[in-house]
């Protein structure tokens, strides 16, 4: 016979789980307001929470698996894809709050005021380890979501193991008294597991708002105890250093926890010494949940969560055990670390240190030079005066003089083009300087500060059909500007 997991783990009940506009929610108010929506909900129901509120997210969480059910995580909430997300699941709905938006989903009802610090239910729901508590969702290569399901045991095991690595970060034994103030939404994975469930199963508390212009970011920071924990991207994260650059007065932060593209040194650098606390990069995927940290500033190598560990190298890395029981293929190319004095002939035996090259599909051939998108994306980004930018490389060529060549979207108000374009001559090769630079005043990113690929070429094609306005060209490759 398994053994029952509990939905809450890591400290007493009379602890708070949340904080919302600075006054603490009990975890036994928790397990109130979980009580009285599982009492509303339907069985074995599909169930996407539209709610930016992230204690009512957890709310429902444990609501819907009481009812047999589990929660949607899918990429974004447009009319299509809920029209897919029915398609996928018979019993797919949505909860909504009181004024919400007309959806395609079938719809129930939040509640005003849920449980109103009601009694205490009686006991902490648990489950089985293979419950399925969430379906997360990816885009796929076809447009399709493709649901990957997420069980309750290799959760468990996924957050005990980031606990252990934030509490070591924090120089803590544990994660209770720690806040968790969020600029992801809990719907993304990495929101999901860094925000919501690292407070439910890891002891912490999360701010209930999601902030995201940098002076929300700070009310919200100081309208929580110390220690506290910023959960960010890199987006965000320069957002909110540019803004203390401009007067806005930044809270200290214990430790800044980042991910959704790697982080360059540089910022890591400026990110510790603006808010006073290390900085904790998470590398992880849809398919295998969070695999390794580093602290930036240390050094690039990546060190795997508790017992992960890698096999092959490059585009073939593989990781497997703790919380991944299946051999697993990461997405990106990896530089596998072996264990120092590693006998000949153990070539093959796992690791867990590594480098992290550059993702399999971002890689980019032009004129026989190889780099990758989020290398040169690196470099433009650290342009002064640069707020947001991203290449593009078109699919059907864009052949001039017989090179392929790459086209740049940039926010970078009163920045000169030629200027910038000199700033990328001194910074990579020719071979990549872009053909043409448009000016933007922001780039189309998500909630958790990505640029999916879809929307970047959508953003290409409307602007590269009005033909040379906003552009400027860049010297032939190979030649000297």
């Known amino acids: 016979m398994y053994r029952r997991l509990p939905v809450l783990m890591g400290a007493p009940l009379d602890a708070p789980l949340a904080w919302r506009a600075g006054r603490p929610l009990s975890r036994h108010r928790y397990l109130a307001d979980v009580a009285v929506l599982a009492s509303q909900l339907p069985e074995r129901a599909a169930v996407l929470a539209m709610t930016g509120d992230r204690y009512r997210f957890a709310v429902a969480l444990a609501a819907v698996a009481e009812r047999g059910g589990f929660s949607l995580l899918p990429p974004n909430h447009t009319p299509d894809m809920q029209r897919r997300l029915g398609d996928l699941f018979e019993q797919a709905c949505a909860l909504v709050e009181p004024g919400g938006e007309d959806l395609v989903l079938p719809t129930l009802p939040f509640g005003e005021d849920m449980a109103s610090a009601g009694p205490a239910a009686a006991e902490v729901p648990a489950f089985g380890p293979d419950t399925v508590l969430a379906q997360v969702l990816t885009s796929g290569s076809t447009g399709m979501p493709m649901p990957h399901p997420k069980r309750w045991g290799g959760l468990v095991e996924n957050i005990s193991a980031e606990a252990e690595r934030i509490a070591e ?169 072996r264990p120092a004095g590693m006998p000949p002939g153990a070539a093959d035996l796992p690791a867990t240190r590594f480098r992290l090259l550059g993702r399999s599909n971002d890689l980019i051939n032009v004129a026989g030079k190889r780099s990758s998108l989020s290398h040169l994306n690196y470099h433009l980004n650290s342009i002064e005066g640069v707020r947001d930018g991203a290449f593009w490389l078109p699919p059907d060529g864009a052949v001039v003089e017989d090179v392929v060549r790459l ?70 490759a190979g030649r000297p500007g």
């Not at 890891?202 to 506290?228: H, K, N, W």
């Not at 500033?297 to 703790?322: H, K, N």
């Not at 009163?414 to 990328?424: E, M, P, T």
């Open 169 to 337: 970060h924090l120089g803590r034994p544990d994660l209770q008294g720690v806040t968790i103030v969020g600029t992801v939404p809990p719907h993304h994975m990495y929101g999901f597991e860094s925000t919501v469930l690292i407070a439910m199963l890891g002891g912490a508390a999360f701010a209930a708002e999601r902030p995201f212009f940098p002076a929300d970011v700070v009310r919200v920071l100081e309208s929580v105890p110390r220690p506290r924990v910023l959960v960010t991207t890199p987006f965000h994260l320069k957002t909110l250093l540019e803004a203390g650059e401009g007067g806005l007065a930044l809270p200290p932060v214990d430790l800044t926890v980042c991910a959704t593209a790697p982080l360059s040194p540089q910022m890591a650098a400026r990110a510790e010494a603006e808010l006073g606390g290390p900085l904790m990069e998470i590398y992880g995927c849809t398919e295998a949940g969070q695999v390794a940290t580093r602290r930036t500033t240390d050094g690039p190598e990546w060190r795997t969560f508790r017992g992960l560990e890698l096999t092959g190298d490059g585009e073939a890395s593989v990781v497997q055990g703790g919380h991944v029981p299946e051999p697993t293929r990461l997405a990106d190319v990896l530089e596998v670390l």
């Open 407 to 476: 086209v740049a979207f940039v926010v970078a108000p009163g920045v000169d083009r030629a200027w910038l374009l000199a700033q990328l001559r001194e910074r990579i090769d020719a071979a990549f300087l872009p053909r043409r630079i448009i000016a933007l005043d922001q780039l189309p990113r998500d909630p958790t500060g990505k640029l999916p690929a879809g929307r970047l070429a959508e953003l290409a094609q409307a602007h590269l059909a009005q033909g040379q306005q906003a552009s400027t060209t860049a010297p032939p």
